[in-house]
C-alpha cells in the first residue's frame, strides 16, 4: 500500500446498534429498472445543519453548486461478473466474482446445492475448467483454467451482477445502464450506483456553471451486500475493496480547498476511498486497499457535501450517510421519502446530503 495507513473502523468507543438504522420499506418502493433516462430521477436534499429537507429534480443538481467547487466521480468499471456452469457431477453453479485477483485468480460466491471441496472442478458454458482453490467464509478462491485472460473471459461470458434485491435475470440494457457514463478502471462487480443519474448533458451543465470534476476508482466488491449480522456493529468485519486517489486529485483537493470552495463526493464509494486516505485531516495519494468502516462516532473530513442514493435498511452504507449528517436526521429524511414515493436502492432515486 502506497500513502498513510488505512483507518479500519469508525470508532471503537460507544456501541452502535445495528437495530438502530432500521426502517420500514414497501416492497414496491425497490426500483427493479432504471428510468428512460437517467437524469430524470428525483433528489431529496437534505441540509442537516438547517434540518432543512427538499423535494427536487436530479437535473436540479447543478442549483447547489457553485463554480470553484470539484465534484469527486468514482471511475471503476463495472465487469459482467455472473457466469454459468456445472460440477464435474453435472450440478448447476452460478458463480459471482465478488473481486479479481490475478490474471487467472478470483474470489467468488458460489449458487450451488453442494459447496464443492477445495480441488473440486466447475465447467464453464464453454467448457472452461474453473479449481476451487479454497474457501474462506462464504467466498470461495478460483482459478480459471485457461490461457485467456479473465477480465477477456467475463467480457465474453459473463453477465452484468445485478444486486440481489433486483428481482429479475439482467438483460442487454443493464450492460449500459448499470455502469456509469465515467467509468473507465475494469475491476467492479457493482456498480457506484449514485453516479448511475449523470448523462452528458447534466456533466456539460455542471461544467458550465464552472464546477471542476476529479476522480477516484475504488472497486466495488460483491461484499458491499453482505449483511451486518451481530447487534453491535463493532463486531462486523468489513470486506475489502481496492482503491487508488491519485497525486493529481489530492492537488485539486488542496486547491479547491485553499480558494474556499467545497468538495462533493459523488457516492458512498468516493467517500471511503476519501477517508481511507485522509490522515490529520488532509488527503494524501494512496494505492492499495482498504477496509474501513465508517459509522456514527467517525468524523468525516475529506468531504463538504454527498451525492448518493437510498441505501438498505441496516446497511453499512445508511451507517455512513448516518456518521456524516445524523443518524436520526438521515432516518428521518428515509420516512419522509417513503412516504413520498421514493425510489430506492441502486436503480432507484438520490440523495444530496449536506452535513449538519
Known sequence: MVGPPDRESGVKAEKVKKSDFHFDLPPGLIAQQPLPQRSASRLLVLDAAADTLADRRFTDLADYFRAGDLLIFNDTRVLPARLFGRKETGGAVEILIERVSGNHEARAQLGVSKKPRPGGLILLADGTPVRVLGRDGPFFDLRFETDEA???????????????????????????????????????????????????????????????????????????????????????????????????????????????????????????????????????????????????????????????????????????????????????????????????????????????
Not at 170 to 199: C, I, K, M, S
Not at 253 to 261: K, L, M, Y
Not at 293 to 302: A, M, Q
Request: net charge neutral.
Open 150 to 356: 479473465l477480465e477477456k473471459l467475463l467480457l465474453r461470458l459473463g453477465r452484468m451482477p445485478l444486486p440481489p434485491y433486483i428481482d429479475r435475470a439482467a438483460d442487454t440494457a443493464d450492460d449500459e445502464r448499470y455502469q456509469t457514463v465515467f467509468a473507465r478502471e475494469p475491476g467492479a462487480v457493482a456498480a457506484p450506483t449514485a453516479g448511475l443519474h449523470f448523462d452528458e448533458a447534466l456533466l456539460d451543465a455542471l461544467r458550465a456553471r464552472g464546477v471542476e470534476f476529479g476522480h477516484v476508482t475504488l472497486h466495488v466488491g460483491a461484499g458491499t451486500f453482505q449483511p451486518i449480522r451481530s447487534e453491535d456493529v463493532r463486531e462486523h468485519n468489513m470486506h475489502r475493496e481496492w482503491l487508488n486517489v491519485g497525486a493529481e486529485l489530492v492537488e485539486k483537493i488542496r486547491r479547491t480547498r485553499a480558494a474556499g470552495n467545497r468538495v462533493i463526493a459523488v457516492g458512498t464509494t468516493v467517500v471511503r476511498a476519501l477517508e481511507s486516505a485522509t490522515r490529520d485531516g488532509e488527503v494524501f495519494p494512496l494505492a492499495g486497499e482498504t477496509q474501513i468502516f465508517i459509522f456514527p462516532g467517525y468524523r468525516i473530513t475529506s468531504v463538504d457535501a454527498l451525492v448518493t442514493n437510498f441505501h438498505l435498511p441496516e446497511s453499512t452504507l445508511l451507517m455512513l450517510v448516518s456518521a456524516f449528517a445524523g443518524r436520526e436526521k438521515v432516518l428521518a429524511a428515509y420516512r419522509h421519502a417513503v412516504e413520498r414515493g421514493y425510489r430506492f436502492f441502486s436503480y432507484g432515486d438520490a440523495m444530496l446530503v449536506f452535513p449538519g
